[in-house]
Nanobody
């Protein structure tokens, strides 16, 4: 089992920044990819960003490219999502996810095995 705990959400004005953290514990050696998803009210959960554990590959949804940055501190087993130039349409609950497949598929929520509880991000105009 892998446990994921997110933190860092909050309320900001458009143009502001937030940094989300996701601390992983448990069988973290089994994780091959970490990702962030988000879900706005009345919408499906959507992919935001992902990082291959132990590698350099990172992936972003088109809507956040150039504004969000995913990173990982292996010593702390923590993944971060730095969100800059936030827009009202970024408002959502953000979820951290972990995938245990040795050949991870970064998109698609169904590919992920473990999820955090979510953290709310609200961006006002």
């Amino acid at each position: 089992q892998v446990q994921l705990v997110e933190s860092g959400g909050g309320s900001v004005q458009a143009g502001g920044s937030l940094r989300l953290s996701c601390a992983a514990s448990g069988r973290t050696f089994s994780v091959y990819a970490m990702a962030w998803f988000r879900q706005a009210p009345g919408k499906e959960r959507e992919f935001v960003s992902a990082k291959i554990v132990g590698g350099y590959s990172t992936y972003y949804a088109d809507s956040v490219k150039g504004r969000f940055t995913i990173s990982r501190d292996s010593a702390k087993n923590t993944v971060y999502l730095q969100m800059d130039n936030l827009k009202p349409e970024d408002t959502a609950v953000y979820y951290c996810a972990a995938q245990t497949s040795p050949r991870p598929v970064v998109g698609g929520a169904r590919n992920y095995d473990y999820w955090g509880q979510g953290t709310q991000v609200t961006v006002s105009s």
